[in-house]
């Protein structure tokens, strides 16, 4: 599974990269390969553990932030593993460009 998830605490302010550092962490410790964008983070592996990880850091933002938005989004194929970097590579190769590691 794939799953890409932003999280905003809403009492924050504008600037919020402080709080999206306390989360970080989270993410590393889970041993869970992921990929941080501008604005979401994707993470892969087991559905339970994909999980787990998002709603740690949904319940660490709530630590220090009073209301906090959570946004998730799901791709859950059969059999599909390593999708976190092979879905980019696939439309690489489309387009004709170099793909790393070929």
């Known amino acids: ?3 890409s998830f932003s999280i905003v605490p809403l009492d924050a302010g504008e600037e919020l990269s ?8 989270v993410i590393e410790q889970s041993g869970l390969d992921y990929v941080m964008g501008a604005m979401q983070t994707t993470i892969e592996g087991d559905t339970d553990k994909v999980m ?3 709603m740690a850091c ?3 933002m709530r630590k220090s932030s009073r209301r906090v ?3 998730i989004t799901i ?4 059999g599909a593993v390593g999708r976190l970097h092979g879905k980019v590579r696939d439309v690489e190769k489309v387009l004709g ?3 790393s590691g070929e």
């Open 1 to 3: 599974m794939i799953a």
């Open 18 to 25: 402080e709080k999206i550092a306390e989360i970080v962490p």
């Open 52 to 54: 787990e990880v998002i």
């Open 58 to 60: 949904h319940h660490q």
């Open 69 to 71: 938005l959570t946004k």
């Open 75 to 78: 791709d859950d194929r059969e």
């Open 97 to 99: 460009r170099r793909v």
